[in-house]
């Protein structure tokens, strides 16, 4: 059976554009992946059809059934981190391992007050 | 609610896979056989074509075929220019076309279409009215079915959301149906 798991630096989830995630990748797969890849993406939840983009990404090449690597991600100015009733925008980071496609991911917040920027709230007076 | 909390959003309704209301999968695969592996899926809106033609590609895979997709909506009604002798002249002989929204095509584009994807081994079509190949399934709905993909989609919980009413509503559209339980959960809180 296939492991795969992320571990950010400090445990943290919550980012300033500008900011670098760091953190480290490990695996123990089933068969040798040709090569593994840390994504920074950020993908659209809600209503409407889905959006996603990958925004930076580190490939590990030469790899073996079972390893660890560290790796940096230069979190991008925007977009931030937001959410409304019609459409929210979720940042991730995710581990995916190919041609077979397995994946870890952990979901972070990219802002400029480190929280998700809510929509869907009055603001108050 | 927000979007991402909502048990309605787009990503969770889509992890939802067609129900075969009667028969098996290698049943219906034999059936496709049987036609020369030309055939449509008909039914009317929201009744789960694009869904079932997307749980056979697999299907098809585990059977040797290569599943090929081609997608036309009233959104994107037509092909760009030289699109199709492209994917035509890259056909091999284990291809299997799945084209979704074939009626999008008049008759003469369609005459055309179909006697260029016989270099495949099969061409299966969605539509909402049958004859423009042997229909393979006619999809439908039910307020039963509805309900049961509500319960999948809440995790087991159904509260009173007045399915029959729902279904009726939308003339048995479940992909409006769910659409509808989207803004009745944005909205409530």
Redesign the interface.
Known sequence: MSRMHLELADGKTKYLPGETIEGVAFWELATTPEFLEVRLYWRTQGKGTVDLEIVRNLKFTQVGLQDRRPFRLEVPAAPYSVSGKLISIVWGVELVSEPEGEAANIDVVISPTGEEVRLDRTPAK | ????D?PF???QV?RVRYRLALGTWDGLLDRLDALGRRAAIVGPQGSGKTTLLEDLAPRLRARGFTPRDLRLDTETPRFEPGALDRFFASLGPRDLILFDGAEQLGWLAWSRFERGSRAAAGLIITGHRPGRLPSLLETSTSPELLEGLIEEILGGRAPELRTRALFEKHGGNLREAL?EL??RF??AT
């Not at chain 2, 609610?1 to 991402?4: H, P, Q, Y």
């Open positions: 609610m927000r979007a991402r909502n959003r787009t990503e889509l659409r989207y803004d944005a909205a």
